[in-house]
């Protein structure tokens, strides 16, 4: 089913955990010319098939497992020249439609909420910027508190943990295969798929329970709490 009657699903809800690329920011053609001018200026022909493979992961889990010409080589260094060409980008992204109105709508409704990403807090903090948040004014589960990343259970697990409250009443929003799968993992109640990245029908094989091609109906129904 398309994301509708929110109303209900979110009625007994205690709180959101939120990835943030490609779910609050529109941020994954970005991560992925990263890739792609990294892989070139190693002089590197990947196919973007392999490239999306990254997606909602920490690049230093991806890269020892995924097969490529940078087999054998030192998966932080990988990342580390990965994370330069990002920083080195022009671009920015932009604040998928409703994200900055959902999080308002929380805020003012008292809504807990805690941004589960795989990124670094050197990321996600101006991608926050973004949609307005004041620094320190979302709670944050970062690479960096992560023993193991998205598709383990461990982010949201966390994420939870940071609320404090039960993961079973709780409503996760993702837009990969792998952050669904973490969600799921880690007990969460009802896992929203947004199709910014990934169609309807990979976001439901990965286990979402309904789909949403942005956040403004969502943004509207925390509204009418």
Excluded: N
């Amino acid at each position: 089913m398309e994301l509708t009657g929110l109303d209900a699903a979110l009625r007994d809800a205690t709180g959101l955990l939120v990835d943030l690329d490609g779910t609050l920011v529109d941020s994954e053609p970005l991560h992925r010319q990263a890739y792609r001018d990294y892989f070139a200026e190693r002089g590197w022909d990947v196919p973007d098939d392999v490239v999306r493979q990254f997606a909602g992961r920490r690049a230093v889990e991806v890269f020892p497992v995924l097969d490529g010409p940078w087999a054998g080589e030192d998966p932080e260094a990988l990342t580390a020249g990965v994370l330069d060409v990002l920083a080195r980008a022009t671009a920015r992204p932009e604040a998928v439609a409703g994200a900055a109105e959902l999080l308002a709508a929380c805020a003012r409704t008292g809504v807990p909420v805690c941004v589960v990403t795989s990124a670094r807090l050197s990321w996600a903090l101006p991608a926050l910027d973004l949609l307005g948040v004041p620094r320190g004014g979302l709670r944050l589960v970062t690479a960096e508190d992560c023993t193991h990343g998205k598709p383990d259970p461990e982010p949201f697990r966390r994420g939870a943990q940071t609320l404090g409250l039960d993961p079973a009443g709780l409503v996760a929003l993702e837009d990969s295969p792998a952050g669904i799968a973490s969600a799921r993992a880690a007990g969460v109640g009802l896992v929203l798929g947004v199709r910014t990245t990934q169609p309807d029908d990979v976001l439901r094989a990965a286990g979402a329970d309904a789909t949403s091609g942005d956040l403004t109906a969502l943004a509207a129904a925390v509204g009418a709490r």
